[in-house]
């Protein structure tokens, strides 16, 4: 959520920006689903940042969403990074949409004590 509107956050990684930037943001239109919003909005100092997990169910199939976290309040800058989990075991998985709203989901990988 950004400044309580839902979005979807768009980030960069090239051979410019290896370890990402953050581009802006683009709506998600609840009313029309397969429709999807042109153009970023610009992240500005004073934005305020929600961070959502969507709960999905074994037979993949969309069940509820969350808030994850702390609102984030922008700053000066906005920056990716890297956070260790420390000793937990964690699994991640992830939905890639092509140009024609196909959805596709990789592999469960499980990561291990000790592998960051």
């Known amino acids: 959520m950004l400044n309580d509107q ?8 090239d051979d ?6 953050v581009l802006g943001a683009r709506l998600i239109y609840t ?5 999807v919003a042109k153009g970023l909005i610009r992240i500005q ?3 305020v940042i929600d961070f959502l997990c969507d709960y999905y169910t074994y037979d993949e199939e969309y069940n509820n969403s969350y808030y ?3 609102q984030l309040v922008v ?3 906005l920056e990716i990074s890297n956070v ?3 000793d937990a075991e964690c699994k991640a998985t992830y939905q890639l949409t092509d140009i024609y709203n ?3 989901w990789t592999p469960a990988l499980t990561y291990n004590k000790g592998i960051q």
């Open 6 to 13: 839902l979005v979807d956050l768009i980030l960069i990684f």
């Open 16 to 21: 410019e920006n290896p370890y990402g930037e």
């Open 31 to 35: 009313d029309v689903p397969d429709t």
């Open 45 to 47: 100092s004073g934005d």
């Open 68 to 70: 994850l976290g702390d």
């Open 75 to 77: 700053g000066n800058t």
């Open 84 to 86: 260790s989990v420390g």
């Open 102 to 104: 196909n959805t596709y």
